[in-house]
Each structure stands twice: as structure tokens, then as C-alpha cells.
């Protein structure tokens, strides 16, 4: 029933060998491959390689047979479950997510019986993730469409940060614009919401400030950028907040918030914004308010950077300026 059920990075950690209660039929030594021979993968904390990587097929052969939770009646899978897990440790994290051509959808069985189910939580891409207890864990792979079928690539991790578009695998699943683009981010944008700049080496005066504030409408519409992955956290406008054209190759420049009409923010303040720089290279670089707010680097190439000011944690909208400097000693955000 189960197809290509291969772990093509090894799950199993030390001390548990290919005698372990009968599980493994062969382990390639070199390439540290598992071959299950009942279709169940035993797992503990720790794993290396980390992501772990199981190729499958899904096919929506019917819904599942659940009233709640909702979100697992969205998609369509087999009655079999694609992988099964023996949770031999308690996992503080752990992050399931599918990719590939088509529209996937993952539901999860943890031990204790639970259900866990996703359809697009990285731009079209599922994934479960959370802590959990030792024991069986089932995962169905499935399609969002009745009667589909695509291949896929369900993927294991304990890092926080791994995800679609992360990662030594990340070419499978698209680079981080493309699930900006596929929440609805516009990553081709000339203009934003607010001013933009143009820069040249050695501009003055420096730093130079942009206003704006971080109100998301409900007309334009709004993405959890926690979705990027790292340091990206907060509820953004799909429209960048400002457009920076970078005309030369800068050594060092810094990106910082402020209030509206303060030098710095107040030190009983917590200002609740995120800022997030989505580069030439279509990757995404951001800060949050947990140590002011503030992205530098001494590479910048020249080209069209796209900012977004974000709202953490559902947060209030509130103005801001964003300064931009060459100067080092410029710590506006502190």
C-alpha cells in the first residue's frame, strides 16, 4: 500500500542498530540509508542528519473519517497512513512539512491519539509541528483535490528555523520569495505603501529617515511572516511599506526604527514592529523587537531592496520612521 517509503537520511541514532526490535532490513553503511522493513521508522531525539527525508506518492482517495479537527477535513488522503513513527524518546520539537509539484496536505496522529492537520502554513507548502510524547505517530500525506495525485517529500526536523525554502534541501521547495509570493507578499513591487529612496555611496545627509506606520487594511490584506522562517516574525501588509534602490555597492549600511517624533524609543516601551528587507537575491533578511530593531551588514550589492514593517503578536498599528545610514555609530534603535 505505501510507496517509496524511503528515509534517505538515517533517523535512527546511536545505539539503535538494524536489530532493534526487528525493524531494519538493511542499512547501507555508506550512505547511512534506512530501509524499513515494516514501513515503521523508530526515531529518537537527536537525529542526524537533520532535516530527515521520506519520498512518497499521495494520492485523495476520500476525506478523512473526522468531524473535528476542522482543519483535517480540507484535503483528501489514502486510508493507510503514508509514514509510521515509533517516538522512542519524548521530542521537545519536532517540525513535519511536505513539498512538492502539487497542492499537498498533511494530518498526523500523535500517541497519545491527537490530531494535527495543516494545508498551507509555508505559502503552499504543510506542516505540523509541536512536542511530542513517545509512541506510534501516523502521517498522512494527501491532496487538496479529490482523486489527485503528485509525488512528495515529507521532511523531519528538531530546528526551529529549517522549513521550506531553508536548508539543504531548499531547492525542492522553492527559495524564500517564492512563499512571500505564494502568501501573497508582492515581491515585484516598484513602489510601497510609503516613500521610497534612491542611494548612492556617501549620501548625505546621512542617515536618512522614511515614515510610515504598520497598519495592515483589511483591503490589502495581511501575511504572518513568521513564514520566512529565522528571525521573521510579525503580521505584514501584502504592499511593501517602502522600496530602497541601492545605485552602488555599499561596505556597511543600517537599517533602523524609531518613533515618529522621539530619538529613541522609551526604555519602559516594547514597540511591537518587525522589519523585514526581502533582497536582490530573493532571500529575506529580519529583526524584531526582542533587541531593537535594526538590520545592518557590510555587504550590500546594488539593487532594489523591499521592506516591510510588520505588527508583532497582533499588536496595535502604530507610526514609525526608519532611518538608513553609513555610519556605524548609528544606533537609533537602541
Do not use: K
Not at 528587507?277 to 532571500?283: I, S
Amino acid at each position: 500500500m505505501r510507496r517509496a517509503l524511503l528515509l534517505s537520511l538515517l533517523v535512527l541514532v546511536a545505539g539503535l542498530g538494524a536489530d532493534a526490535a526487528g525493524q531494519a532490513s538493511a542499512v547501507d553503511p555508506v550512505s547511512t540509508t534506512v530501509y524499513p522493513s515494516d514501513g515503521t521508522v523508530p526515531l529518537r531525539t537527536g537525529f542526524v542528519p537533520d532535516p530527515a527525508v521520506l519520498s512518497g506518492v499521495a494520492e485523495g482517495e476520500g476525506p478523512m473519517p473526522l468531524r473535528e479537527p476542522a482543519e483535517c477535513m480540507m484535503g483528501f488522503f489514502e486510508r493507510a497512513p503514508s509514514h509510521v513513527f515509533d517516538f522512542q524518546t519524548r521530542v521537545g520539537f519536532l517540525r513535519f512539512y511536505a513539498t512538492g509539484p502539487g497542492d499537498l496536505v498533511l494530518a498526523v496522529r500523535d500517541a497519545e491519539g491527537r490530531w494535527h492537520c495543516n494545508d498551507d502554513r509555508f505559502g503552499r507548502h504543510p506542516s505540523v509541528e509541536g512536542t511530542w510524547t513517545r509512541g506510534r505517530v501516523e502521517v498522512w500525506v494527501g491532496t487538496h483535490g479529490a482523486r489527485d495525485r503528485t509525488d512528495y517529500q515529507l521532511r523531519l526536523t528538531e530546528t526551529r528555523s529549517m522549513r521550506p525554502g531553508v536548508g539543504p534541501d531548499s531547492s525542492d521547495a522553492g527559495d524564500e520569495s517564492d512563499l512571500a509570493e505564494d502568501a501573497g507578499m508582492v515581491i515585484d513591487a516598484d513602489t510601497g505603501r510609503f516613500d521610497g529612496i534612491r542611494l548612492r555611496r556617501g549620501f548625505l545627509p546621512d542617515p536618512r529617515f522614511l515614515a510610515g506606520d504598520s497598519t495592515v487594511t483589511e483591503d490589502e490584506g495581511g501575511t504572518d511572516a513568521s513564514l520566512l522562517g529565522g528571525q521573521c516574525h510579525g503580521v505584514v501588509s501584502h504592499a511593501p511599506s517602502h522600496v530602497i534602490t541601492l545605485l552602488d555597492d555599499f561596505d556597511f549600511v543600517q537599517l533602523y526604527l524609531l518613533p515618529l517624533d522621539l530619538d529613541h524609543w522609551p526604555s519602559d516601551e516594547n514597540p511591537a514592529l518587525s522589519l523585514i528587507v526581502l533582497q536582490p537575491d530573493g532571500t529575506f533578511v529580519c529583526d524584531d523587537a526582542s533587541d531593537g530593531i535594526e538590520i545592518s551588514s557590510a555587504t550590500w550589492v546594488p539593487g532594489i531592496y523591499r521592506v516591510w514593517i510588520g505588527t508583532e503578536n497582533g499588536e496595535a498599528p502604530r507610526p514609525y520612521r526608519m532611518g538608513i545610514s553609513e555610519i556605524r555609530r548609528v544606533r537609533g534603535a537602541r
